[in-house]
Structure formats: structure tokens, C-alpha cells
């Protein structure tokens, strides 16, 4: 059974707890976001495998999930990036955000989120258990669809996004 992190609202540890527990018990839990970036400034989204436990279908950053018990969160992101996407790339964080979401299977995402970019320029690989299709698209057509089809999107990126394209305009940089 796979565990998560209990943490306060300052990000410090507080226990472990299964995770589907938390979800249903809406305990506040430590997760990560990772964004990346080609280098036409892009952004690779992800979609969602449809039987996932919640959002399913749904498009969102290019990966994301939870540390493990005594993991660092940059260590499980980069982990996570490989395991879904097939690929590694350096992350640097950027920012972090607490959310709450509910669902309408009564699985709750009450989560500590720390938020992570890269860059990358290659193939991709993806795990079809965790998503059915991904694409790299522009800031402005993310931030079209954001606003006119809200609904194709997970709850956490309507959150970060903004955040994250506020980042990318200020360091451009590749």
C-alpha cells in the first residue's frame, strides 16, 4: 500500500497515512507538480489515464504525484517524471501552494504542493496505466482553454498554472 506524507499548513510532517485514506479522510498531504518546458517555451501537458482514482480524462501539468515516506519531494518528482513519461531532466522548484479539491467519487485532494520545472528536448514515453495521451502546447493556447473549456482540466492546474506562466515570463531563459 502506497503511503503519503501528513503535514501541517507549514509543509512539516505530522505522520504517514495510506494513500486513498487521505484522499477519503481529506488529510492535508504533501505532493508535487512538475512543469516542463521545450525550447520554443512550450508546455508538455499530460492527459490523465482514464481509470484513474480521480481525474481521469483530464488534461494537467506534465506529471505529478506524492513523495514517499523518508523521500525527498525532488527526488520523487524526478522519479515520477521517469516513471510516467520516460525521461529525466533537472528540476528546480519554483513555488509551492496548499488546495483543496473534492470529487465526485468523495475522494478529496487536500494537498501541500510543491512545484517543480524542467526542460526537455526528446522522446517521451509515457506509461499508459498512468496516462492515455500528452502534447507540448503553447502558454496561450493553455491559457485560452483554461478559460473557455475549464472543465478539460484537473482542479491543482487551474491553481498553479497561472502561477507557474507568471514564473516563465519572468525567466525565459533556457
Not at 504517514?16 to 504533501?30: C, D, S, Y
Not at 520516460?86 to 513555488?95: D, N, Q, R, S, Y
Request: with cysteine; net charge negative.
Amino acid at each position: 500500500m502506497e503511503q503519503v506524507i501528513l503535514v501541517d499548513e507549514r509543509d512539516l510532517e505530522t505522520g504517514t497515512m495510506e494513500k486513498m485514506e487521505a484522499h477519503e479522510k481529506a488529510f492535508l498531504h504533501r505532493a508535487f507538480s512538475v512543469f516542463i518546458f521545450n525550447e520554443k517555451g512550450e508546455t508538455l501537458l499530460q492527459q490523465r489515464a482514464l481509470d484513474k482514482y480521480h481525474s481521469g480524462g483530464l488534461w494537467t501539468n506534465s506529471c505529478c504525484s506524492h513523495p514517499r515516506p523518508g523521500e525527498e519531494t525532488i527526488d520523487a518528482a524526478s522519479r515520477r517524471l521517469e516513471e510516467e513519461l520516460g525521461f529525466e531532466a533537472p528540476l528546480k522548484k519554483v513555488f509551492d501552494f496548499v488546495y483543496q479539491a473534492s470529487f465526485d467519487n468523495g475522494l478529496t485532494e487536500y494537498e501541500f504542493d510543491h512545484v517543480f520545472v524542467g526542460y526537455y528536448e526528446g522522446a517521451i514515453t509515457p506509461d499508459p496505466k498512468e496516462v492515455c495521451n500528452y502534447a507540448y502546447r503553447t502558454m496561450e493556447s493553455i491559457e485560452e482553454e483554461l478559460q473557455n473549456k475549464p472543465g478539460l482540466y484537473t482542479a491543482w492546474f487551474h491553481i498553479a498554472y497561472p502561477r507557474v506562466m507568471e514564473w516563465w515570463k519572468q525567466n525565459k531563459a533556457v
